[in-house]
């Protein structure tokens, strides 16, 4: 099996950019052979036409049969070539030190060795020494990148202060929503999904603690206006109900575009999430409830347990390169602190973005779970990327199943150019 011809094949189905195999320090020396030749084509291609070509294609021009390759994942032949890279090294380096010694020349022999691990430092990209110089020239190519697009460059939350302050979403990112019970988290969580998929988004929603049922009528409730308990109760007017049922056929019409349910229960681990992301190849992950997700091992403290699931589902988020946006809970002290989120101070420190939701009237009961028809929430961003803060004020419109954006409590929205690039806002 030629491991070159996988990674070149999956590369092209799976429409990935040589940027994603330059940081994983994968060039054209990693390839012999006919794999080189293969790869220079796809290259040469490229840079005539700028897109990747068919691999009908390939398969035509270069005379190489890539269809026999197995459709492993991508990461998968990453690290098939980063092994052979490094045992090709290695074994290199054996032979040289072998003659050496056998020349009576310790001091070379030492030399190899040295060298065989600087070599294997510098293939692997994480612990790679990077210079100040190419990273910054890197930092300027991906803000003119942003300059040139007219969209946020990740996932959309779906309420605008996060978006534009956060951008979206980013690949590899860990979001965490965190509130009391019946704070109104999993609506949050829905609302980011359903914007996401609206916005060309593949979302993978795993739910703990509710029904596929109950989340779609939900998301239904959200996307045609019409009132989720209503939909429960059987008490949707004529107009209701046909509105939803031409919805319904709008949302099974986009079939290059799923929108997937995933049943949990409380036996669900973490890894078996992973292989559900393996296997339906999302854009975009939630994880309501993320913290009643177990791991495989049975006898580890529920602390230990939610730390588990955190760094999981952080190494998902890396492995797939996607967002993962999971809710869980405020411990008994409540929202404003990174500190107060339950069983395990992992949470706050893994996530890419942390934002509290609590009830704007702070002398309501926080153990209520009456909801009013229309009531606000405040959304507080406890963390962002680069030390943003903020707050937002959110309506929950259970008539009209809204839950929205209302107005910016306080914060900074980002300029475009001067010192003052940081427009206050609500202060």
Known sequence: MSIGLGLIKKMITDKRSFAELEEQSITANNFE?????????????????GELPEIKTVERETK???QKYADEPF????????TRNASTLIL????????EVREGHLIEARQAARDLVLHLDAANPTDRVHTLTDVSNQVVKLHDKRRMSTTIGGVPFGFEYLDRISDGAQGADTVAFAGR???????ILLRCALSAWMQGEIPLVHTSEMTPVQCVRRILGMYSGVTATLIRLGRLSNFGRSKLINDIRDIGGVSDRPFYILQGSLT?????LALRVQELRPTVLYADGAYLLRTKSKTAARWERVTETAEILKMVARQFNIPALATYQFNRRGPGDLGNIGYSDAIGQLASIVCAIDDEEKEKDRHS????ARA?????????REGERGVIRVLYDMHRMLVEQESVVSGYLIGTEGANSWDPLGE
């Open 92 to 99: 290199k380096a054996v032979g040289v030190m072998k003659d």
């Open 268 to 272: 669900s681990t973490i890894e078996d």
């Open 369 to 372: 779970t009456f909801w009013s």
């Open 75 to 82: 990461g998968y032949w990453i690290d098939q070539i980063q």
């Open 64 to 66: 190489v049969t890539l």
């Open 33 to 49: 052979g006919e794999e080189r030749d293969v790869y220079e084509f796809v290259v040469d291609h490229f840079s005539n036409y």
């Open 181 to 187: 019970p019946g704070v109104g988290k999993s609506y």
């Open 376 to 384: 606000y929430k405040l959304l507080t961003l406890l963390k962002g």
